[in-house]
C-alpha cells in the first residue's frame, strides 16, 4: 500500500485556491482511488455523477474567489445509516434495502452546506450492531493496513463504521462521518489509524441518523490528523430545532494553537486502573505507558485515579442496549416500513415473515434479548437496575473529573484481529471485549477521542490511545489531542517505515 503524510484540509483549501489542483480532478481521483481499492469494500454505494455536479460547484465558486469554506471541494463519506436525500440508506441491512430518503440529516447537510462532496456511502455492520463491520448485506469491510487482503484472514476494519474508517485510511476522502454508540467510530478508528471523535451527547444533531440507542448515540467524525476533525466538527456542531435532544446554548467554534504553542503545565492526566484489564495487550500497555510518561515529561501532572464501575459498564451496556433496539426496531414491520415479504396469507404472518428475512440473526437476538428484559417480571430486575448502575458509572467520572482534567486510556486492547479470529466468537462477546474502554464514554455522555499513536513491531498495524473529558470540555481535548499528535509523528513514521 502507498501511505504518504496525508493533505490537511486546510492545506487543501489553499491548494484550491492558488488553483494547483482543483476541485474536479481531485474528486475524479478520489472515485479512481475508489474504484481501485473496491476489495476494500468500505463503500456500501459510490455517488460518482452527483459527486462530480457538486465538484464542478466548488470549482466554480473557487474560480469566482467565493469558497463556503475550507470544506469546500473536499471529499467526504457518510455511514450509511445517515439519510442523505435521493441516495439510498440501508443501515448494511436487507430490511432497508431499498429505502431511499426524501430528506437528509443534519449533520450531512451542513457539512454539504460548506461544499463537501460526497463520495459515497459507507458500510458497517446492520443497524451498527457489531464491532468489526462484517455483519453487512454487503459482505465485511477489510483494513486498509491487512497484510494480505486476498482470501478470509485480512484484518477487520472495526465496527460499525468500519467503512468510514477505511475510506479515510486508504486515501479516498478526507472526512468521513460515523455513528457511535458505544464506541462504534473510535473502536474503527484505532484499527485503521485514524482519528475518531464523539462529541459531548447534545452537540451534534441526530437528526436523520437512524435510531439504535436512542439515548447513547452520538454523530461521530473519521479524519486522519486532529485539525481536520476540529474543521469537520466546527461545520456541524450546534443546536438543531428537528433534534430536542441536541443542547440549546449557541456553539462556539473551537480554535487551537498550533502544537508548538500548546503548553501543557498544570495539565491533570487521569490514568484508571479498571482499564489495566485481561486481554490487554503489552504493546498497548507499553504504548499507554509511553505517552503517559511523555505528558508527565511536558510538564503534565499525571496520576491514578478509579472508575469502580467499569466492569459492570460492559453488562449494564448490553441491557439497555438491547432494549432500546427492541423498541426502535418494532417499526420494520413490513407494512409502513421496510422490507415486505410476499406471504400475505395474514397480517401476522406477514409481519412475521417480513422480520425474519429482512433482519439478520444478529439483530433479532438482540431483539428477543431487549423484549426478555423489559417484560413486566423482568423489568425492575434488569432494564430499572441497568439505568440505576448507568447513573454510577457517569458519577465515576464525575468523580474522576473533579481532579483532572483529562483521562488517558487504550481504545482498544490490541491490534485489529483476522477475519478468521475474529468470526470465532459471537457477536456479543466481540463487543463485550473490542468495546470494553470505549463504551463508558457513552454511559456517561462525556466527549472522546481517538488518536493513532504507532505502529505494532511486528504486524506493523496502528496502535491508538483514547482521551476522555467531561462534558463540553473538546477544546482542551483537541489542545491535548494535538500536541500528542505532534509528539509521536504517527504518520511520518510509517511513511519511513
Not at 413 to 437: G, K
Request: with cysteine; proline share 5%; aromatic share 8%.
Amino acid at each position: 500500500m502507498n501511505r504518504r503524510i496525508p493533505i490537511k484540509l486546510t492545506e487543501l483549501s489553499e491548494l484550491f485556491r492558488t488553483k494547483t489542483l482543483d476541485p474536479i480532478s481531485t474528486t475524479e481521483r478520489a472515485l479512481a482511488l475508489a474504484d481501485r481499492l473496491r476489495d476494500l469494500n468500505a463503500f456500501s454505494k459510490i455517488c460518482s455523477s452527483s459527486a462530480l455536479q457538486s465538484a464542478e460547484l466548488a470549482n466554480q465558486r473557487y474560480q469566482n474567489g467565493k469558497p463556503l469554506s475550507v470544506l469546500d471541494g473536499a471529499s467526504i463519506a457518510v455511514k450509511d445509516n445517515f439519510c442523505t436525500k435521493d441516495v439510498p440508506t440501508t443501515c448494511a441491512s436487507r430490511m432497508l434495502e431499498n429505502f431511499v430518503p426524501s430528506y437528509s440529516a443534519t449533520v450531512y447537510e451542513r457539512l454539504k452546506q460548506n461544499g463537501a462532496v460526497l463520495i459515497g456511502k459507507t458500510n458497517m455492520d446492520q443497524y451498527g450492531m457489531g464491532s468489526g463491520t462484517v455483519d453487512s448485506i454487503f459482505g465485511p469491510t477489510k483494513n486498509y493496513w491487512s497484510e494480505d487482503l486476498q482470501g478470509s484472514n485480512f484484518r477487520i476494519a472495526g465496527g460499525s463504521s468500519g467503512g468510514s474508517a477505511t475510506a479515510v485510511a486508504s486515501g479516498v476522502c478526507f472526512a468521513a462521518l460515523g455513528s457511535d454508540t458505544g464506541g462504534s467510530t473510535r473502536n474503527p478508528a484505532s484499527y485503521c489509524g485514524v482519528v475518531g471523535f464523539k462529541a459531548t451527547y447534545g452537540l451534534l444533531s441526530r437528526h436523520g441518523l437512524i435510531p439504535l440507542v436512542n439515548s447513547m448515540d452520538v454523530p461521530g467524525i473519521i479524519t486522519r490528523t486532529v485539525e481536520d476533525c476540529i474543521t469537520v466538527f466546527n461545520a456541524i456542531a450546534g443546536p438543531d430545532e428537528r433534534d430536542s435532544t441536541t443542547l440549546k446554548i449557541p456553539f462556539e467554534p473551537i480554535s487551537i494553537p498550533k502544537p508548538d504553542q500548546i503548553s501543557l503545565k498544570g495539565l491533570k492526566v487521569g490514568i484508571p486502573a479498571e482499564y489495566h484489564c485481561p486481554g490487554l495487550s503489552s504493546e498497548v500497555l507499553d504504548t499507554w505507558t509511553k505517552v503517559a510518561d511523555m505528558l508527565e515529561n511536558a510538564g503534565a501532572s499525571v496520576k491514578s485515579i478509579s472508575l469502580p464501575y467499569t466492569s459492570a459498564s460492559i453488562f449494564v451496556y448490553s441491557i439497555l442496549n438491547q432494549c432500546e433496539v427492541s423498541s426502535n426496531m418494532s417499526r420494520y414491520d413490513g407494512i409502513e416500513y421496510g422490507y415486505r415479504s410476499d406471504d400475505n396469507f395474514s397480517t401476522e404472518r406477514l409481519y412475521a415473515r417480513s422480520r425474519a428475512k429482512g433482519f439478520n440473526s444478529v439483530v433479532k437476538n438482540r431483539i428477543l434479548a431487549g423484549n426478555f428484559f423489559l417484560l413486566r417480571n423482568n423489568y425492575d430486575k434488569y432494564f430499572q437496575k441497568a439505568l440505576k448502575v448507568r447513573r454510577l458509572i457517569a458519577n465515576d467520572f464525575a468523580r474522576a473529573f473533579q481532579t483532572v482534567d483529562v483521562i488517558l486510556t487504550p481504545t482498544t486492547l490490541s491490534t485489529a484481529p483476522s477475519y478468521n479470529e475474529f468470526i470465532r466468537s459471537n457477536n456479543r462477546d466481540q463487543c463485550a471485549v473490542q468495546d470494553f474502554c470505549t463504551q463508558p464514554a457513552n454511559m456517561g455522555g462525556i466527549p472522546a477521542l481517538s488518536l493513532p499513536i504507532r505502529l505494532s513491531a511486528k504486524e506493523k498495524l496502528p496502535i491508538s490511545l483514547q482521551l476522555m473529558g467531561p462534558n463540553l470540555s473538546e477544546q482542551r481535548m483537541f489542545k491535548v489531542a494535538s500536541w500528542i499528535e505532534n509528539e509521536v509523528q504517527f504518520y511520518h513514521h510509517y511513511t519511513s517505515s
